[in-house]
């Protein structure tokens, strides 16, 4: 069985600055893998070529493989929405729009022209169930997303994500803006989600990746330093710059 995502001697450069450097990763099912390493280090930068959110930023250029299911997701046989559909983003601040919390969580289907408002009225429903969200919020589903506490506001962002049905899901640092008690709350979450779903976590809390993280990569000027179990990462290091890290003498 091919891996969900394949990374293959990537290489990516902000005009003449290189920014990742041959890098190689592989997305197993059913995981979730962490990334971890000093700011500026390369790991958002890698997480947001997984479904070509770089393309966005002007002057980058990349060399090198992203496989999805065996196919290139920067050859002309991957349309960017169905990319983006199949491989979704949470970001590191909650972004909901300004409309109601129904409208955030439909507003995916509301681009696929979805129409109908009963199938839409459902899925809804299982979105906020599977971000546990729906017993807070079923009486509520008219009101602003935005006057939400932010905690909720990120799960909101994860259903409106779920309503969608991606393969993989991207989180940039969710918890960064989240107290200790939210922060647990979403990791939860996301322990629960790895059941259906590839989830890849940036993250500048190592405790973090430690307890949620199934696989670690440790990164470091561009470079995948090491990659593997998360256990052995944190317990038992390959590399001294790894170890370096993980005991707090760089970075």
């Given at each position: 069985?091919?891996?969900?995502?394949?990374?293959?001697?990537?290489?990516?450069?902000?005009n003449?600055?290189?920014?990742?450097?041959?890098?190689?990763?592989?997305?197993d099912n059913n995981?979730i893998?962490?990334?971890?390493?000093?700011?500026g280090?390369?790991?958002?930068?890698?997480?947001?070529?997984?479904?070509?959110m770089?393309?966005l930023?002007?002057?980058?250029k990349?060399?090198?493989?992203?496989?999805?299911?065996?196919?290139?997701?920067?050859?002309?046989?991957?349309?960017?929405?169905?990319?983006r559909?199949r491989?979704?983003?949470?970001?590191?601040?909650p972004?909901?729009?300004?409309?109601?919390?129904?409208?955030?969580?439909?507003f995916?289907?509301?681009?696929?022209?979805?129409?109908?408002k009963?199938?839409?009225?459902?899925?809804?429903?299982?979105?906020?169930?599977?971000?546990?969200?729906?017993?807070?919020?079923?009486d509520k589903?008219?009101?602003s997303?935005?006057?939400?506490?932010?905690?909720?506001?990120?799960?909101l962002?994860?259903?409106?994500?779920?309503?969608?049905?991606p393969e993989?899901?991207?989180?940039?640092e969710?918890?960064?803006?989240?107290?200790p008690?939210?922060?647990?709350k979403?990791?939860?979450l996301?322990?629960e989600?790895?059941?259906?779903?590839h989830i890849?976590i940036?993250t500048h809390n190592?405790?973090?990746a430690a307890?949620?993280?199934d696989l670690?990569?440790y990164?470091?000027?561009g470079?995948?330093i090491?990659?593997g179990?998360?256990s052995d990462i944190?317990?038992n290091?390959?590399?001294?710059?790894?170890?370096d890290y993980?005991?707090?003498?760089?970075?």
């Open positions: 069985m091919p891996k969900i995502i394949k990374v293959k001697q990537l290489d990516l450069y902000y003449q600055f290189q920014a990742l450097k041959s890098v190689n990763m592989d997305v995981n893998i962490g990334l971890i390493g000093p700011s280090c390369g790991k958002s930068t890698l997480l947001r070529t997984l479904n070509r770089n393309d930023i002007e002057g980058v990349i060399k090198g493989e992203i496989l999805l299911d065996g196919v290139n997701i920067y050859s002309s046989q991957m349309e960017i929405y169905e990319l559909k491989v979704g983003m949470v970001f590191q601040r972004n909901p729009f300004p409309l109601s919390i129904f409208e955030n969580v439909s995916g289907l509301k681009v696929e022209r979805f129409t109908d009963k199938k839409t009225a459902e899925i809804v429903e299982k979105s906020l169930q599977a971000a546990w969200l729906w017993d807070d919020l079923k589903l008219n009101e997303a935005i006057k939400l506490p932010l905690y909720q506001q990120q799960l962002c994860i259903a409106r994500l779920l309503a969608v049905e993989v899901i991207l989180m940039d969710p918890c960064s803006a989240l107290d008690i939210a922060t647990m979403v990791e939860e996301m322990l989600l790895k059941k259906e779903y890849v940036v190592m405790q973090q307890r949620i993280s670690c990569g990164m470091l000027l470079e995948m090491e990659f179990k998360t944190f317990t290091p390959r590399d001294k710059r790894t170890q993980i005991t707090g003498r760089y970075g």
